[in-house]
């Protein structure tokens, strides 16, 4: 059973956001996550998570963005139920619009379900566009270009390499166990398979590091790069525009679009219902399946 690539390995492309240098699509991408961050309203995130699919389908990423945003399914099922089960205090008092049993589902906590659950999408969908069209080394070139410091930007940069490594060598060891007829599948298969590839993981870590130590790493010479992050003029007007709207995002984030800015979701009763029950049923079922591999490896 070979493993479907992982969606935050870098995928390769001739697209304009592929060709962009790393440096104005970081500074971009501090700018969007600081954004999201400071607002809560659901329109300026709509308008954000409706930018980074734009951004993804403009690349030819966007296979990848949905795999990834699906992984995150349980997670934002699992907002609503909380807003929902532990509503916060409503300043006129709240809008009850139906109930299950003992728990009122409220107007003001399906908004702010709404909301934090936009927030991680926008922000997951912006974070994912940017790495899956930069190559790590041109990542690790641009992050050395805003002075940070060596020792964390190469942990990034050789995070990004090893993980997509790491899953390819999994799917192998699974594809392996299946022609020997051993179990191919779940959970009780991944266990037993992930012996060898951290056995070869901590090898590749060892002889990374013998690698490093040959080339003087730590040595407090002056370090080289093979590839830079080359910065041209587009390149530097970008990052200047990107930092300034940066700024001014968050500004207005906070004074406009701030945590007291979200609106309630006035729905029918039964759509009101028909949301949480939902909810509460996906995050369930995601951990019935998980709680099942495990009983069962």
């Known amino acids: 059973m070979s493993l479907p690539a992982s969606p935050f390995a870098y995928v390769p492309g001739s697209s304009p956001l592929h060709r ?71 300043a006129g008092g709240c809008v009850p619009l139906a109930s299950i049993g003992p728990v009122p589902i409220t107007a003001e906590a399906l908004g702010r379900g709404a909301a934090f659950t936009l927030r991680l999408l926008a922000m997951a969908s912006l974070a994912l566009v940017m790495l899956v069209t930069t190559r790590p080394s041109d990542l690790f070139g641009a992050l050395r270009a805003l002075h940070v410091p060596y020792q964390v930007a190469l942990v990034l940069a050789t995070t990004m390499d090893l993980v997509p490594l790491l899953q390819r060598e999994l799917g192998l060891v699974l594809d392996a166990q299946r022609a020997r007829g051993l179990r191919a599948t779940g959970l009780g298969a991944v266990v037993p398979a992930a012996v060898p590839v951290f056995v070869a993981a901590f090898e590749r870590v060892g002889r990374l590091a013998i690698s490093m130590e040959a080339r003087g790493y730590g040595s407090g010479i002056p370090r080289t790069s093979y590839r830079t992050a080359a910065v041209g003029g587009r390149d530097r007007a970008l990052t200047v525009l990107g930092a300034a709207a940066g700024a001014v995002g968050t500004v207005a984030g906070a004074t406009m679009w701030g945590t007291g800015s979200v609106p309630p979701l006035a729905v029918p009763g039964w759509a009101a219902v028909a949301i949480v029950v939902g909810a509460a049923g996906a995050f369930c079922a995601v951990m019935a399946v998980g709680l099942t591999a495990v009983a069962r490896a």
């Open 20 to 90: 962009l240098s790393a440096l104005p699509k970081l500074v971009w991408l501090a700018a969007g996550l600081v954004f999201c961050l400071v607002a809560l309203h659901p329109l300026p995130l709509l308008v954000v998570l409706g930018a980074a699919w734009g951004l993804a389908a403009w690349a030819g990423v966007g296979g990848p963005l949905w795999r990834a945003l699906r992984v995150l399914g349980p997670l934002a099922a699992s907002i609503v139920v909380l807003q929902v089960a532990s509503p916060s205090a409503c």
